[in-house]
């Protein structure tokens, strides 16, 4: 009934809107006049990337979590969400867009080289943690994106917009920091019921944990110091080590663990 190609097809297609949606907002000096293209754009990629995650769930029986080709296009999905999401909510601090959507554009065009082979759900995935582990870690990744293009406009803002963009940033990381704390303690449950241990300190293991422990850093040095830069550049610190984590040690790493079956 559904075949690769058809998954294919509508993926493309809502990469053809993210570019739209991205090249608008990178080179049309973002303006009110433009909220309602670009956010049309931005939905109906979301549309369209989603109908191309469903038709692959529906061919291949589970969710997009296994190799790095369904890691990266349900992240890309995510992260547009979440960009789209900002765009209507907080369409005053749509600058950040000018931080965010080179990494998007990186995103997309990674995802372009990969092979979109069909894989299969291991045993020890079959569970409802697992569903719990991948929503709340995207949910983290998602808001520490959005933290972190805040962080990088608050440090190269003006002075009466510095204290309100670092703020902002603030929420955003402390929600981060929620989700991911979230994202270890499910992830932990799955373990166990998978391997018969909470943890084992598997390489992915640690580094979500180190970067579980950069933001508890972060968030403490700027409720004691408010230093803006430093502040910025530390959560610039916990992106780099939340994507390392996302898309690089489960795909290196020989661990059980590993993102890639």
């Not at 950069?214 to 403490?220: D, G, Q």
Request: positive net charge.
């Amino acid at each position: 009934m559904y075949s690769q190609q058809m998954e294919l097809t509508f993926l493309y297609l809502a990469l053809a809107c993210y570019s739209a949606f991205g090249g608008a907002a990178l080179f049309s000096k973002y303006r009110d006049q433009h909220h309602k293209a670009l956010l049309l754009l931005a939905i109906t990629g979301l549309i369209l990337h989603s109908t191309s995650i469903t038709i692959r769930w529906i061919r291949i029986e589970h969710g997009p979590f296994i190799n790095l080709y369904e890691i990266l296009t349900s992240n890309v999905w995510s992260l547009s969400l979440g960009i789209t999401l900002f765009l209507y909510f907080f369409r005053r601090w749509a600058i950040i867009f000018y931080t965010l959507i080179p990494v998007i554009f990186i995103m997309m065009l990674w995802l372009l080289t990969i092979d979109a082979k069909d894989t299969f759900l291991p045993p020890t995935y079959n569970t409802v943690w697992l569903y719990y582990h991948v929503i709340s870690g995207k949910l983290f990744f998602t808001l520490l994106f959005l933290a972190t293009g805040l962080a990088v406009h608050s440090l190269r803002t003006n002075p009466n917009q510095k204290t309100q963009t670092r703020k902002l940033a603030y929420k955003f990381l402390a929600v981060a920091f929620i989700a991911e704390s979230f994202m270890l303690l499910f992830g932990a449950i799955w373990a166990q019921d998978a391997w018969g241990r909470y943890w084992a300190w598997d390489p992915l293991e640690t580094w979500a944990f180190l970067t579980w422990l950069a933001l508890v850093f972060t968030l403490h040095y700027q409720i004691n110091y408010k230093r803006n830069k430093i502040f910025g550049w530390l959560i610039v610190g916990c992106f780099i080590m939340a994507f390392l984590t996302f898309y690089g040690v489960p795909f290196i790493s020989t661990a059980p663990h590993k993102g890639m079956i």
